[in-house]
Nanobody, 120 residues
Framework: QVQLVESGGGLVQPGGSLRLSCAAS????????MGWYRQAPGKQRELVAI???????NYADSVKGRFSISRDNPKNTVYLQMNNLKPEDTPAYSC??????????????WGQGTQVTVSS
């Protein structure tokens, strides 16, 4: 079992910045990937950024150049730095952790989510 606790969401004006944090605890082993997703009301959940333990980081086209994902492995924490925020970036953001091997995962865990609101 893996527990994920997110923080850093809030209200920000267009063009502003936020940094989301996700701290993992519990059975932290064989981490395949860590990432961030978002979902607006009435829409399908969308991958924002994912960082595999092995392999390249992947970003959604809508956030490339504005968002960046990073990991602090000793702290078991993943971050999402969000710059130049737009109203379209307003949904709930959830942290995701997958356990498994290099080319597969066997377990998947989600945080409760943190709300981001971009408005003037």
């Amino acid at each position: 079992q893996v527990q994920l606790v997110e923080s850093g969401g809030g209200l920000v004006q267009p063009g502003g910045s936020l940094r989301l944090s996700c701290a993992a605890s519990g059975s932290i082993f064989s981490i395949n990937a860590m990432g961030w997703y978002r979902q607006a009301p009435g829409k399908q959940r969308e991958l924002v950024a994912i960082m595999p333990t092995s392999g390249p980081t992947n970003y959604a086209d809508s956030v490339k150049g504005r968002f960046s994902i990073s990991r602090d492995n000793p702290k078991n924490t993943v971050y999402l730095q969000m710059n130049n925020l737009k109203p379209e970036d307003t949904p709930a953001y959830s942290c995701n952790v997958r356990r498994g091997g290099t080319n597969y995962y066997t377990d998947e865990y989600w945080g409760q989510g943190t709300q981001v609101t971009v408005s003037s």
